[in-house]
């Protein structure tokens, strides 16, 4: 059964239990499985690669199958699918396992593919094909980001975001939190700061060297590290990313301190976390008093200062601080 993404607000998806979106706008799928899923029911949201359902099948049928006193129901995510998978559906069909609802991610599938055409023809299975962004979407979206946040950006530093973005929102959204961070402290980017920014080499995650560093898993900060090589003004956006995380971790700790329900306070964060990150958000907030994160704030922007005026020296100033706590 084919249902096209727009019309999800029309359907019930509650009376479906297998889904499968394929296209390459990988974005549009993690947006709506955030906010048809993940924000709507109150499952165990539980993920997986194909490799590791095929590798792991018996365990993975016999975890759908237990029940628990406190799970109504469980969501299994299964992202990079191929024809592989399909034996896997089929044997969950043929045990009729309840309380499970399956949703597969695969990038762009040939109209020969059994895949597709097996959920395309069965009407208990749903196919939603996601397509790429026109470029008026992403320009929707770009100019909701900047006036959620007052940030002013030029139509030239806007229209090379939307190139670069290769119809993905994903890729726009991933751009434009370089640039929040980035415009910590000044609302107006220009656009050769646009271009550095968005120019990043391919290898370079701001998202997961914060992410390590906030979780206090020094380890993998160092690695981090050891396998990127930083110009200044990499340098410059991890200090704001980790100074923009900090603040907000900083807002959560505040609130967990008057209510004991951390789930609760991270869900209703402002702008919303992504549900892939709120585990990590959680562990974060578990790795940190409050006074501690205040003093590494203060800390954070002494560095930025530091690295600014020593742009020769930026990268052992960054290493320096972030592995030592």
Known sequence: ???????????????????????????????????????????????????????N???IISEMMSKSLF?????????????????????????????VKIILKSKSLDKRSKLRTFFEKDKLLVTIPVYEDTPQDLSK????????NKIKLSMESINLLISRARGDRDNIKNELN?????????????????????????????????????????????????????TNEDCILIIRTILNRSKRLMNILEKYNENENLDVI???????????EKEGVKKQ????????????????????MLIKTNTNNSLNILSNFIVNY
């Open 141 to 148: 979206i770009i100019v909701k980001f900047l006036n959620e």
């Open 266 to 276: 991270i869900s209703n964060v402002k702008p919303p976390i992504f549900w892939k």
């Open 178 to 230: 370089k640039i929040l961070s980035y415009s910590f402290t000044k609302k107006s980017v220009s656009f050769e700061a646009v271009k550095k920014l968005s120019n990043l080499s391919e290898n370079f995650s701001v998202g997961e060297l914060v992410d390590n560093y906030l979780s206090k898993k020094t380890s993998s900060v160092v690695k981090v590290l050891n396998e990127n090589n930083y």
């Open 71 to 99: 799970d109504n129901k469980k969501i299994y995510i299964i992202s990079r699918v191929s024809e592989k998978i399909l034996n896997f559906i089929l044997e969950i069909l043929e045990k009729k396992i309840d309380g």
């Open 57 to 59: 099948r018996e365990i």
């Open 1 to 55: 059964m084919i249902i096209k993404s727009f019309q999800l607000n029309q359907t019930n998806i509650e009376k479906f239990n297998f889904f499968m979106f394929y296209g390459p706008n990988s974005g549009l799928q993690n947006e709506i499985i955030e906010n048809f899923f993940a924000k709507r029911f109150e499952e165990v949201i539980n993920k997986y690669d194909e490799n590791e359902i095929i590798r």
């Open 285 to 304: 907030a578990n790795s940190w008093t409050l006074i501690e994160l205040k003093n590494k704030i203060y800390e954070l922007n002494e560095i930025e």
